[in-house]
């Protein structure tokens, strides 16, 4: 059979080990993590015992030095049974890619493989209360202190904090220069100064924990800054170019998940005396649910594989597969609800949870109107 706009076998293979591990040991905790708002460990185990937690990482820090279609690919499998979960090696990845892309050999040797053998995870801090769409707005500081520099503020909404023992950090390290005076920073959690705030209280995504994280004099030594002073805010930019597909991949699985339990329930759901997957309304929905995922994965992977190899039109496409994935998750989750009837409104199914999961991935890593505004910036350009 001719390989023609296929995914090589490998990705496939890649594919059917995920999905074998997401539905013997991810699926079923997945309704008690969201139920109990607990952080997914059984995930967490599984996907660093079969080595899926953090795929991206190079050959060169001891990782498996999957590409960014392959990482796309685990992500959606996890999602596809459990959104929270699927931020494990989603996470791992938007926190270790300004590192991977601009950081110092020293900082790569002392960072990656500690993330690549799943003995620590690691965050991405960007936002503030008061510093979201607008990130640059931040008002974290980190100032110079003989070799040293010293941190102080408070980063909102982290994914995964408290259970990462990395942080990459933006901070202003020179007020007067706008976005061209934000630096990155790499901080542990065991670092003086670091401390990790209460639990948000979320709609969805109840198993991954967010929280903020405050700097209070944290203390880390020079060599921890990522690139040079005043490049953090590009690195971080460029970061999302990498990540908002694994977003898309996260939004595609949770529509999968969704349009896999639809299709199940109206073949078995008798109304009228016959499934209701008979009556050609439902069979629209579905037939409308399966096209924008198909459509959405495979904008998704483009995107991935643009990104990777360094495309121009790479930010367009991230936000381009970010923005269609997520729409198309929202869109196909509450069609799931809609097919299962007062069943799909309980705790009873999963469609609900996949419901309540979907809205998170129109929001983070930019919402869906700062999607729109980089398409068309980069568009009229
Ligand atoms: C569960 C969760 C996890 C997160 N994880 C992380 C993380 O790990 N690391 C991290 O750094 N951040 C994280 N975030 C933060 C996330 O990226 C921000 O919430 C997001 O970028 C939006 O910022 P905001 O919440 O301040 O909304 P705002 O910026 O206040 O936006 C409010 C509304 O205004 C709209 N808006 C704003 N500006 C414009 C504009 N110029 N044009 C049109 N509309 C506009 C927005 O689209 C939105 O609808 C997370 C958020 C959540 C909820």
């Known amino acids: 059979m001719s390989d023609l706009y296929n995914l090589p076998e490998d990705h496939q293979d890649i594919r059917a080990a995920v999905r074998e591990l997401a539905e013997g040991a991810i699926k079923p905790f997945a309704a008690d993590c969201d139920e109990k708002e607990r952080y997914p460990v059984e995930a967490q185990k599984a996907l660093i015992d079969a080595g899926f937690h ?22 959606e499998e996890v999602a596809r049974v459990c959104a929270s979960s699927a931020l494990i090696p989603a996470v791992n990845k938007l926190g270790s890619m300004p ?38 707005a931040m008002r974290t500081r980190a100032k110079a202190d003989g070799d040293d520099w010293i941190l102080n503020g408070t980063k909102c909404w982290i994914t995964n904090a408290g259970v990462s023992s990395w942080y990459t950090v933006m901070a202003v390290t020179d007020p007067d220069k706008g976005s061209r005076g934000i630096s990155a920073f790499v901080v542990h959690a065991d670092d003086e100064g670091f401390q990790v705030g209460t639990k948000e209280r979320k709609l969805g995504i109840k198993g991954s924990p967010t929280r903020e994280i405050h700097f209070d004099n944290c203390r880390i030594p020079g060599w921890r800054i990522v690139g040079e002073p005043g490049t953090g805010y590009s690195t971080a930019l460029a970061t999302l170019e990498h990540t908002r597909p694994t977003i898309g991949a996260q939004a595609v699985g949770i529509a999968q998940g969704a349009l896999e339990l639809s299709v199940d329930y109206a073949k078995h759901r008798q109304q009228f005396g016959k499934a209701i997957a008979q009556f050609q309304a439902i069979q629209f929905m579905i037939a409308d649910m399966a096209m924008a995922v198909e459509a959405a994965r495979t904008l998704v992977y483009q995107a991935a594989a643009a990104a990777e190899r360094g495309d121009p039109r790479s930010s ?4 381009a597969a970010k923005c269609l ?46 999607q729109r505004l980089v398409m068309a910036r980069s568009l009229l350009r």
């Open 316 to 319: 367009f496409l991230a936000s």
């Open 99 to 136: 590192i991977i892309l601009s950081g110092s050999e020293e900082l790569k040797q002392a960072v990656l493989p500690s993330i690549a053998s799943g003995e620590a995870m690691i965050s991405y801090a960007l936002s503030e209360r008061e510093a979201g769409s607008d990130a640059a």
């Open 54 to 75: 953090a795929v991206h990482i190079p050959e060169a820090y001891e990782g498996m030095g999957a590409d960014a279609v392959a990482t796309v690919v685990v992500i």
């Open 325 to 370: 994935a997520s729409d198309t998750a929202m869109s196909v989750t509450t069609d799931a609800v809609q097919i299962l009837g007062g069943a799909g409104y309980t705790r009873d199914f999963a469609a609900e949870r996949m419901m309540r999961d979907a809205k998170i991935t129109q929001i983070y890593e930019g919402t869906n109107q700062i």
